[in-house]
């Protein structure tokens, strides 16, 4: 079993940043693919970013490749989503997710293949 607990949302104006923190349990983390998603009123939950267990592959939706970086420090247990120039259109609840994974250079980009979900964090961006 892997706990997820995110934090570091907030309200920001457009074009300002935001670093995500996801602290997981278990000790197995570091075999652990990763993901972030997010959900906004009214929308379906989407893709946002993901990154293998090796962290040598991460690949991003396209709507925020450029602006965003997926990172984790296995020693900590931790994700991180670095956010930049975050526009009004960011503004969601973002969600940490988790799932073993064999390969060391996989990673996943579809919310059904996670098993683990955090409770999300609230990102707010002001225009």
């Known amino acids: 079993q892997v706990q997820l607990i995110e934090s570091g949302g907030g309200l920001v104006q457009a074009g300002g940043s935001l670093r995500l923190s996801c602290a997981a349990s278990?000790?197995?983390?570091?075999?652990?693919?990763m993901g972030w998603f997010r959900q906004a009123p009214g929308k379906e939950r989407e893709f946002v970013a993901a990154i293998s267990w090796s962290a040598l592959r991460t690949t991003y939706a396209d709507s925020v490749k450029g602006r965003f970086t997926i990172s984790r420090a296995n020693a900590k247990n931790t994700v991180y989503l670095q956010m930049n120039s975050l526009k009004p259109e960011d503004t969601a609840v973002y969600y940490c997710?988790?799932?073993?994974?064999?390969?060391?250079?996989?990673?996943?980009?579809?919310?059904?293949?996670?098993?683990?979900w955090g409770q999300g964090t609230q990102v707010t961006v002001s225009s």
């Open positions: 997710a988790a799932r073993s994974a064999y390969s060391s250079n996989t990673y996943y980009s579809r919310d059904h293949e996670y098993e683990y």
């Open positions: 278990g000790r197995t983390f570091s075999m652990y693919a």
